[in-house]
């Protein structure tokens, strides 16, 4: 049980233009949504917090207008990356919980390059 | 921020051999959880912790929360090729963010068979 799923898993786009990435929850409704940045060797990096059907809560640095999330359903979470640079390429990784369960669970991540 | 210092920061052992790490931090937890994350994948949990003291095993996987609730420690027995990996611990803090984890910096695990 628990499983997140991430679609895609790699992706390679132009500079300036946008990406969107999917997280869902496959058998639970996830009340609360994570999603996170790495980068190579390093640990994970919260970038933002996001409840079913509200705004999204951002870390400090992180651009909200650039980094669009939408969490719309109890099972989906979608991260739109716009106007994407080169140095927004980074693995990306949501996870998911449900409400009074703290465990995250996670998706498999996304491979983001920016040519 | 709130930091979690994680040791070893790598290590490489011999198959079979028996490896211990741990998370220490200056700030109280009430839930401790273990990952472990593959090359180009996310982290899995390994093992959840929530009361002080408690000793939670998984296989060859063994990990405790400690008694003043400020570490935690991760064993696994008998290490095997596919054990490798980097294992994160995360903790949730006492009055923190719901449900937000502070994670450590990794343990990167190679195994010699």
């Known amino acids: 049980g628990a499983v997140v799923s991430q679609h895609p898993s790699w992706v390679i786009c132009k500079s300036g233009t946008s990406v969107k990435i999917e997280c869902r929850s496959l058998?639970?409704?996830?009340?609360?949504m994570f999603w996170y940045r790495q980068f190579p060797k390093q640990s994970l990096m919260l970038m933002a917090t996001?409840?079913?059907?509200?705004?999204?809560?951002?870390e400090q640095g992180v651009e909200k207008d650039k980094f669009l999330i939408n969490h719309a359903s109890l099972t989906l979470s979608t991260l739109t990356v716009t106007s994407a640079h080169p140095e927004d390429s980074s693995f990306y990784i949501c996870?998911?919980?449900?409400?009074?369960?703290?465990?995250?669970?996670f998706g498999a991540g996304t491979r983001l390059s920016v040519l | 921020g709130q930091q979690l210092n994680q040791s070893p920061q790598s290590m490489f052992i011999q198959e079979g051999e028996d490896v211990s790490m741990n998370c220490t931090s200056s700030?109280?937890?009430?839930?401790w959880l273990w990952y472990k994350q593959d090359p180009g994948e996310g982290p899995v949990l390994l093992i959840a912790?929530?009361?002080?003291?408690e000793l939670t095993s998984n296989g060859r996987l063994t990990a405790q929360f400690g008694i003043t609730r400020k570490d935690s420690f991760l064993n696994i027995s008998a290490s095997i090729p596919s054990d490798v990996g980097i294992y994160f611990c995360?903790?949730?803090?006492?009055?923190?963010?719901?449900?937000?984890?502070?994670f450590g910096k990794g343990t990167k695990l190679s195994v010699k068979p």
């Open positions: 996870s998911a919980s449900w409400t009074g369960r703290f465990i995250q669970y």
């Open positions: 995360a903790g949730l803090l006492v009055g923190g963010s719901q449900g937000n984890l502070i």
């Open positions: 700030s109280i937890f009430n839930t």
């Open positions: 912790l929530y009361k002080a003291g």
């Open positions: 996001s409840n079913e059907g509200s705004k999204a809560t951002y």
């Open positions: 058998d639970f409704q996830a009340t609360t």
